[in-house]
């Protein structure tokens, strides 16, 4: 995202964008990828009300949030983009409130990833998961990526 300290990312986060909403697809390779055709989208506000389940010490994915929405609502999977946007929204509106705050930081990308779209970037993200006990990697050497030591150990399960 560009431009957040112009943005209201709270307002934001409490628009539904007319969510939750199911879809059809048809494309038979995205059908084949995500093991089936009901394809769900939640809206921004929910991706924010998990993410602050995660208690300290724990991480989750937004995998596995969308794995979580999509059992919930009875569809085959939960849109990846939108995810990944509301995630980073949920985050930022957090860093702007100054109380009720999200701990966003907990929640990584897919295999542990750090998220650089976060506030304060990968840096920021590394020093709060380290302060509760996590060990952060590097992979690559070209595109070097942040990763959450063991993640899995650590991986909040939703119920």
Same mark, same amino acid.
């Given at each position: ?31 084949? +990828? ?17 993410? +602050? ?10 995998? +596995? ?95």
């Amino acid at each position: 995202m560009a431009n957040e300290d112009k943005k209201d990312f709270n307002a934001m986060l409490h628009d539904s964008k007319d969510m939750p909403k199911f879809q059809t697809i048809t494309d038979e390779k995205s059908i084949e +990828k995500y093991g089936g055709d009901r394809m769900y989208f939640a809206p921004p506000i929910d991706y924010d009300r998990i993410m +602050k389940c995660v208690p300290y010490g724990k991480v989750i994915t937004v995998g +596995k949030i969308r794995d979580y929405f999509a059992e919930q609502n009875g569809a085959d999977f939960t849109e990846p983009i939108t995810a990944g946007i509301f995630v980073s929204i949920a985050a930022w509106a957090s860093y702007q409130r100054s109380e009720d705050e999200t701990p966003y930081w907990r929640t990584l990308k897919a295999n542990g990833e750090l998220n650089a779209k976060y506030p304060g970037g990968i840096e920021a993200q590394k020093e709060k998961l380290e302060a509760e006990g996590h060990t952060i990697i590097q992979r690559g050497r070209k595109n070097i990526s942040y990763y959450v030591k063991d993640y899995e150990k650590a991986m909040f399960e939703l119920n």
